[in-house]
């Protein structure tokens, strides 16, 4: 079916001047950008999109890092695009992301691992409503 999913380009790989190459894996993986911002995300924004990991002992450094330089975050749209958007990233771990995944090729650490995946369908919903209004969402129909 064809899906939507919510990406984000954390500040490592912004920082690292990988936008281009993260975007060109989307596309020659056959995801269409339908929206995209660059933002800087403040504290407030940050703990309430990760709020399922509140409690966990990575959470404060996990805000931190988050909130520490611009990200882009973008809605992917294609076939089965919540899972082919995490085979192109790889395991959250880039230590044991698959040799040719985002991860592998781009991330340091568990902590600065260069992109973000919406991990089901529900949560793509919800997080592409986190950071985007219907109407910033565009169809493409070409
Ligand atoms: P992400 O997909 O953005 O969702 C939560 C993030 O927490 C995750 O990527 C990792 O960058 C970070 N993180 C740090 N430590 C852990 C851990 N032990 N398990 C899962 N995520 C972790």
């Known amino acids: 079916a064809i899906e939507r999913t919510l990406s984000i380009i954390k500040p490592d790989a912004v920082a690292k001047n990988v936008i281009g190459e993260i ?17 800087h995300l403040s504290q407030e924004k940050a703990e309430g999109f990760y709020a399922e990991h ?11 890092f988050m909130t520490s330089g611009p990200v882009i975050v973008q809605v992917l749209e ?11 990233m790889g395991a959250t771990n880039p230590a044991e992301a698959a040799a040719g995944t985002i991860r592998a090729d781009f991330a ?12 089901s369908v529900e949560s793509a919903a919800r997080e592409v409503s986190y950071f985007f209004a219907d109407d910033e969402v565009c169809a493409r129909t070409r």
């Open 23 to 39: 975007y060109t894996r989307f596309e020659k993986a056959g995801l269409k950008i339908v929206a995209a911002k660059m933002m």
């Open 54 to 64: 509140k409690e966990r002992p990575f959470f404060k450094d996990l805000v931190s």
């Open 78 to 88: 294609g076939e089965n695009a919540v899972l082919t958007h995490r085979d192109l």
């Open 108 to 119: 340091q650490s568990i902590d600065e691992n260069a992109v973000h995946g919406s991990d």
